[in-house]
C-alpha cells in the first residue's frame, strides 16, 4: 500500500487494536523506540494508519512523544511502578472474583490447559510462551465478570504494565515460582470460591510485581 494513500478508518483501528495488543502482550520493552516504518511493515499496513495509531496511543498515555525520534515506549519510575500495580490489585482483584463465580465448566477447562501452558512454559524458560498464555488466562478470567467497564479499565492498565512485564524472567531463581498462583486460582476456581480466586490472583500481581519493580528506575 502506499504511504501517499489516505488511509481508512477500518485501518487506522486495526493498527490501533493490534499496536494496543502487543504493548499489552509485552511485544515492546521500556524505553524502545516504534520506528513507524518498520511497524507498518510487520502490520503490513501504509505509514500513515500506524502513525495515527502511534499518536493515539501517545495521547493515552502508552507511549510518548520524544523529540526528534517519534515515539517510545515509556520508562516507569518505581513511584509510577507502585501506583499502576496498586490500581491493577484493586481492579484485577475484582474481576477475578466476579469471574469465579460465572464460569462454565468448559471455560474452566480453557483456564486448566492456559495453566499446563504456562508451566510448559516455566520449564523451557520461554518467556513469550508464558506472557501469552498468562494475558489469556487472565482475560478470559476477568472478561468472565461481565463488566465492560471494568475489563476496559484492566486493558488500559496492561498497556502500561505489558512492556515491563518482559523482564519478569530476568531473575532466574524466581520463575520456577511463577505460575503457583496461577494454580492456587485454578484449585479455588473449581472449588467456586471466589474470595480465594481474588486471593490468588492479587498474589500472583505481587510477587511478579517485586521482581519488576527492581527493573523500573528509581527518578
Not at 86 to 109: N, P, V, Y
Not at 152 to 176: C, Q, Y
Not at 190 to 215: C, S, Y
Request: positive net charge.
Amino acid at each position: 500500500m502506499s504511504a501517499r494513500r489516505p488511509p481508512t478508518s477500518t485501518q487506522q483501528d486495526n493498527s490501533y487494536a493490534r499496536l494496543r495488543q502487543w504493548l499489552g502482550l509485552g511485544r515492546f520493552v521500556p524505553g524502545e523506540r516504534l520506528k513507524i516504518r518498520q511497524v507498518a511493515a510487520e502490520l503490513g499496513v501504509g505509514v500513515m494508519p500506524v502513525r495515527a495509531a502511534l499518536q493515539r496511543l501517545a495521547a493515552e498515555g502508552a507511549l510518548v512523544n520524544s523529540p526528534n525520534c517519534g515515539v517510545a515506549v515509556p520508562l516507569l519510575t518505581r513511584a509510577e511502578f507502585d501506583d499502576l500495580l496498586q490500581a491493577r490489585l484493586l481492579l484485577e482483584g475484582e474481576a477475578a472474583e466476579r469471574g469465579a463465580l460465572r464460569l462454565s465448566e468448559a471455560e474452566t477447562a480453557r483456564l486448566a490447559a492456559l495453566c499446563d501452558r504456562m508451566r510448559a512454559a516455566v520449564d523451557a524458560a520461554d518467556a513469550k510462551g508464558y506472557l501469552d498464555a498468562n494475558e489469556d488466562f487472565h482475560r478470559l478470567l476477568y472478561a468472565t465478570a461481565g463488566s465492560p467497564a471494568l475489563m476496559n479499565l484492566i486493558e488500559t492498565l496492561w498497556l502500561k504494565a505489558g512492556p515491563i512485564s518482559n523482564r519478569l524472567f530476568d531473575v532466574p531463581e524466581a520463575v520456577p515460582r511463577l505460575n503457583d498462583a496461577h494454580e492456587d486460582a485454578l484449585a479455588a476456581l473449581r472449588r467456586r470460591d471466589g474470595a480465594a480466586v481474588r486471593a490468588a490472583i492479587e498474589r500472583d500481581l505481587f510477587v511478579a510485581g517485586q521482581t519488576l519493580r527492581r527493573r523500573c528506575g528509581s527518578g
